[in-house]
């Protein structure tokens, strides 16, 4: 059986290694090609060299905030337009959240959030399908 994300190139931006590591590892062990950036100018070298199918992205990042990474990698596009973005944060306000979108974020999701809802939305996003492996098949 292939791994659901499987030819997929995904790229994850935290600064916390914890974060980083656990989703890059959620990513990869689905079959996904993952690399990892700790702070927004190497996120944005990274997104313009391999230009991924997917970027994973913290909104408060060294460096350079998740907005002005939005700014660099998607200018001018829409939600729904490649790279698809899943921004990450604990920030809760809805003027951050609206303000994402409005940059193109695909989907936003708050801190802390189960891995398996992330791979879920990451599925849809992607169009592929998600296995939930707690449920049967």
């Known amino acids: 059986m292939p791994a659901q994300f499987e030819g997929r190139s995904i790229l994850v931006v935290d600064d916390d290694p914890d974060i980083a590591t656990a989703v890059s590892t959620a990513f990869s062990s689905n079959g996904a090609n993952v690399q ?4 927004g100018n190497k996120a944005v070298a990274l997104a313009k060299s391999i230009d991924p199918d997917l970027i994973v992205l913290d909104m408060m990042l060294p460096r350079r905030s998740g907005f002005l990474i939005l700014e660099s ?3 001018g596009r829409e939600t729904g337009s490649r790279p698809f973005v899943i921004m990450i944060t604990a920030n809760e306000g809805k003027r951050h959240q609206l303000y ?13 959030f189960s891995m398996d809802r992330l791979l879920e939305t990451a599925s849809k996003l992607l169009e592929v399908k998600y296995t939930d492996p707690e449920q049967p098949s």
């Not at 990892?36 to 702070?39: C, E, I, Y």
């Not at 994402?100 to 802390?112: I, M, S």
């Open 36 to 39: 990892t950036a700790r702070d």
């Open 73 to 75: 990698i998607k200018p």
């Open 100 to 112: 994402a979108k409005h940059l193109g974020v695909d989907k936003y999701l708050t801190k802390p």
